[in-house]
C-alpha cells in the first residue's frame, strides 16, 4: 500500500486517545486506486492506493487504532496501522 | 507523483466551478464570462437545488461558486445551505459590492465557506480602472467584514499589465487586512479577449511575477484547478492542467465545460436539462479528449516537467488549438524577451 503525500506539515498526534476520526475540514471517497482525501483547509489531497481495504466512511465515525474491516488480514492491518499513522500526521485524521 | 493516479480517471471532480447567475453589477474589463445581463433561462431554485443533490451522490469533495456576482441570485443562500447541509465545501467568487454585516453573520454560522473578494490593484486607481469606480473602497469594506469573523478569506487578484507593479503592495495590504492573497492568471476569455492586448501582462511582466511568485511563500496561485502556493503545487505532485480530469465547470444554463475559460459551444460536454452530472462526467467525449490530452510539442522543453504544455484555454483563444502548448507559458516569455533584444540590438 501506498500513498502519494500532499503538502504542508504533520500535526504533533497523542497515541493514546480514545480514537480517531477524518478531521471534519477532511472529506475522503473510494477511487479505482483505493481512497482519495481532501482537506479543504489547503486544500490538500491525499491519493492512497488502499483498493478496498477500508471503506470510505470508515473514519466518519470514531474508531479505535487498532479497529479495521471484519475480515482484514494480518498483514493488511499491519500495513493500515502504519498508514492510520500518516493519516494522524498529516492531519486528515484527528484523535477524539 | 500524483499525476498517475490522475491520469487513472476520477470517478468525479475534486471540485468544480459553478458559475450560478451571469448577472453582475459591474463590467470588470477583463471578466472571463462578459458578466452583466443574466442569461436566458438560467438554471431555477429547483434544479440548483437537484444539482447540489448529484453533486453529493457523485462524491464532489468542494463547489466553487462563480458567476456574474452570486449573492444577486436571491435563492444563493437556499444553494449554498443545500450544498452544507451534504457536507459539500465551498468558495464563493465576490466582487465584494452585496456583502452585509447581516450576510457575514450568516455566512460565519458554517464552516464550510470560504470567500474570495476580487480586487485589482493596491491603488484605488488601478483597481478602479478594471471594476468601476468606487469598487476598491466598497471591496475593502467587505474584506475587512469578512476579516474580523472566522471565515477562510481572500483577495483575489487577476495579473495585468496595469496591477502587475502593485502585486507586492497586494500583499502588503492582504495581510494588514489580515486575510490572504491569490493571484489568478489573465485569460484571454470573455471581455477578457476584446481587452486582451491592452490588459495582457508583458513577457518581463510574467517572468518578474513568477520570481516574486516563488519568493512569496504564502501567496496562492489560482490555475485551473486549485488555489496553490509553489510549495504546495510542488509538494502535491500535480503539475497537469485539471480540467476534465480533478474538476470542470457548470454554466449558468446548466452546460457542463471543461473550464471555466472554455465556456463555448465546441467545448460543451452536455446539459444538466439533458443528462445527469454523472452521466457528463463519465461519458462526454469532450471531457475524454481533455483526459487524453498530450502536448507533443512540448515534450522537448526542459520545463515539460513542470507544467505537461501549460493552459489549453489560452492556447485555444491565442491559437484555436490546445494540442499547441501554452503560447504564453514562461519559457515562451523568456525566448520572446530574447529575440525582442536580438531585434534591437540588430537595428
Same mark, same amino acid.
Given at each position: 500500500?501506498?500513498?502519494?503525500?500532499?503538502? &504542508?506539515?504533520?500535526?504533533?498526534?497523542?497515541?493514546? &486517545?480514545?480514537?480517531?476520526?477524518?478531521?471534519?475540514?477532511?472529506?475522503?471517497?473510494?477511487?479505482?486506486?483505493?481512497?482519495?482525501?481532501?482537506?479543504?483547509?489547503?486544500?490538500?489531497?491525499?491519493?492512497?492506493?488502499?483498493?478496498?481495504?477500508?471503506?470510505?466512511?470508515?473514519?466518519?465515525?470514531?474508531?479505535?487504532?487498532?479497529?479495521?474491516?471484519?475480515?482484514?488480514?494480518?498483514?493488511?492491518?499491519?500495513?493500515?496501522?502504519?498508514?492510520?499513522?500518516?493519516?494522524?500526521?498529516?492531519?486528515?485524521?484527528?484523535?477524539? | 507523483?500524483?499525476?498517475?493516479?490522475?491520469?487513472?480517471?476520477?470517478?468525479?471532480?475534486?471540485?468544480?466551478?459553478?458559475?450560478?447567475?451571469?448577472?453582475?453589477?459591474?463590467?470588470?474589463?477583463?471578466?472571463?464570462?462578459?458578466?452583466?445581463?443574466?442569461?436566458?433561462?438560467?438554471?431555477?431554485?429547483?434544479?440548483?437545488?437537484?444539482?447540489?443533490?448529484?453533486?453529493?451522490?457523485?462524491?464532489?469533495?468542494?463547489?466553487?461558486?462563480?458567476?456574474?456576482?452570486?449573492?444577486?441570485?436571491?435563492?444563493?443562500?437556499?444553494?449554498?445551505?443545500?450544498?452544507?447541509?451534504?457536507?459539500?465545501?465551498?468558495?464563493?467568487?465576490?466582487?465584494?459590492?452585496?456583502?452585509?454585516?447581516?450576510?457575514?453573520?450568516?455566512?460565519?454560522?458554517?464552516?464550510?465557506?470560504?470567500?474570495?473578494?476580487?480586487?485589482?490593484?493596491?491603488?484605488?486607481?488601478?483597481?478602479?480602472?478594471?471594476?468601476?469606480?468606487?469598487?476598491?473602497?466598497?471591496?475593502?469594506?467587505?474584506?475587512?467584514?469578512?476579516?474580523?469573523?472566522?471565515?477562510?478569506?481572500?483577495?483575489?487578484?487577476?495579473?495585468?499589465?496595469?496591477?502587475?507593479?502593485?502585486?507586492?503592495?497586494?500583499?502588503?495590504?492582504?495581510?494588514?487586512?489580515?486575510?490572504?492573497?491569490?493571484?489568478?492568471?489573465?485569460?484571454?476569455?470573455?471581455?477578457?479577449?476584446?481587452?486582451?492586448?491592452?490588459?495582457?501582462?508583458?513577457?518581463?511582466?510574467?517572468?518578474?511575477?513568477?520570481?516574486?511568485?516563488?519568493?512569496?511563500?504564502?501567496?496562492?496561485?489560482?490555475?485551473?484547478?486549485?488555489?496553490?502556493?509553489?510549495?504546495?503545487?510542488? +509538494?502535491?505532485?500535480?503539475?497537469?492542467?485539471?480540467?476534465?480530469?480533478?474538476?470542470?465547470?457548470?454554466?449558468?444554463?446548466?452546460?457542463?465545460?471543461?473550464?471555466?475559460?472554455?465556456?463555448?459551444?465546441?467545448?460543451?460536454? +452536455?446539459?444538466?436539462?439533458?443528462?445527469?452530472?454523472?452521466?457528463?462526467?463519465?461519458?462526454?467525449?469532450?471531457?475524454?479528449?481533455?483526459?487524453?490530452?498530450?502536448?507533443?510539442?512540448?515534450?522537448?522543453?526542459?520545463?515539460?516537467?513542470?507544467?505537461?504544455? +501549460?493552459?489549453?484555454?489560452?492556447?485555444?483563444?491565442?491559437?484555436?488549438?490546445?494540442?499547441?502548448?501554452?503560447?504564453?507559458?514562461?519559457?515562451?516569455?523568456?525566448?520572446?524577451?530574447?529575440?525582442?533584444?536580438?531585434?534591437?540590438?540588430?537595428?
Amino acid at each position: 500500500m501506498r500513498n502519494s503525500q500532499s503538502t &504542508a506539515s504533520a500535526g504533533c498526534t497523542e497515541m493514546a &486517545a480514545a480514537g480517531i476520526k477524518l478531521h471534519p475540514s477532511c472529506r475522503a471517497r473510494q477511487e479505482r486506486f483505493g481512497l482519495l482525501f481532501y482537506d479543504c483547509r489547503g486544500p490538500r489531497l491525499l491519493f492512497a492506493e488502499t483498493g478496498t481495504l477500508l471503506p470510505a466512511d470508515f473514519y466518519g465515525t470514531v474508531r479505535s487504532r487498532d479497529e479495521f474491516p471484519a475480515g482484514t488480514s494480518d498483514s493488511a492491518k499491519k500495513a493500515l496501522q502504519k498508514f492510520v499513522t500518516q493519516l494522524l500526521e498529516k492531519g486528515f485524521l484527528r484523535e477524539q | 507523483m500524483s499525476n498517475k493516479y490522475v491520469e487513472m480517471g476520477m470517478r468525479s471532480p475534486v471540485n468544480l466551478t459553478w458559475e450560478v447567475t451571469q448577472a453582475c453589477n459591474l463590467r470588470c474589463s477583463h471578466c472571463l464570462s462578459s458578466s452583466g445581463d443574466p442569461a436566458h433561462n438560467e438554471l431555477s431554485t429547483a434544479e440548483a437545488l437537484d444539482l447540489v443533490e448529484q453533486l453529493h451522490t457523485a462524491g464532489v469533495f468542494q463547489v466553487n461558486f462563480g458567476g456574474g456576482e452570486p449573492f444577486i441570485r436571491p435563492d444563493f443562500e437556499e444553494i449554498l445551505a443545500a450544498c452544507h447541509a451534504r457536507g459539500i465545501m465551498t468558495c464563493i467568487s465576490t466582487n465584494g459590492t452585496l456583502i452585509s454585516p447581516e450576510r457575514v453573520a450568516r455566512l460565519a454560522s458554517n464552516r464550510l465557506v470560504a470567500i474570495q473578494v476580487s480586487l485589482d490593484g493596491a491603488k484605488r486607481e488601478t483597481c478602479d480602472a478594471i471594476r468601476g469606480n468606487g469598487v476598491f473602497d466598497t471591496a475593502i469594506e467587505a474584506v475587512k467584514l469578512l476579516a474580523a469573523t472566522s471565515i477562510p478569506t481572500s483577495i483575489n487578484t487577476v495579473l495585468t499589465a496595469q496591477n502587475a507593479a502593485e502585486i507586492p503592495a497586494m500583499h502588503d495590504l492582504a495581510r494588514s487586512l489580515g486575510v490572504s492573497l491569490r493571484v489568478s492568471r489573465f485569460r484571454p476569455s470573455g471581455r477578457g479577449a476584446d481587452n486582451w492586448e491592452t490588459l495582457r501582462p508583458s513577457p518581463p511582466q510574467l517572468l518578474a511575477f513568477s520570481d516574486w511568485l516563488a519568493a512569496s511563500g504564502d501567496v496562492r496561485t489560482g490555475d485551473s484547478f486549485f488555489s496553490l502556493t509553489t510549495q504546495e503545487r510542488q +509538494g502535491l505532485g500535480l503539475n497537469l492542467c485539471g480540467a476534465a480530469k480533478l474538476t470542470c465547470c457548470v454554466s449558468p444554463t446548466g452546460h457542463m465545460y471543461p473550464c471555466a475559460f472554455l465556456q463555448s459551444d465546441r467545448f460543451e460536454a +452536455g446539459n444538466l436539462r439533458t443528462s445527469s452530472f454523472q452521466e457528463i462526467w463519465d461519458r462526454s467525449e469532450i471531457y475524454a479528449s481533455f483526459r487524453n490530452l498530450r502536448i507533443h510539442s512540448c515534450e522537448e522543453c526542459q520545463r515539460f516537467d513542470q507544467c505537461h504544455g +501549460g493552459c489549453p484555454a489560452v492556447a485555444w483563444h491565442l491559437k484555436n488549438d490546445i494540442n499547441g502548448g501554452d503560447p504564453e507559458c514562461l519559457e515562451r516569455c523568456v525566448t520572446s524577451i530574447a529575440d525582442a533584444n536580438r531585434t534591437a540590438v540588430a537595428a
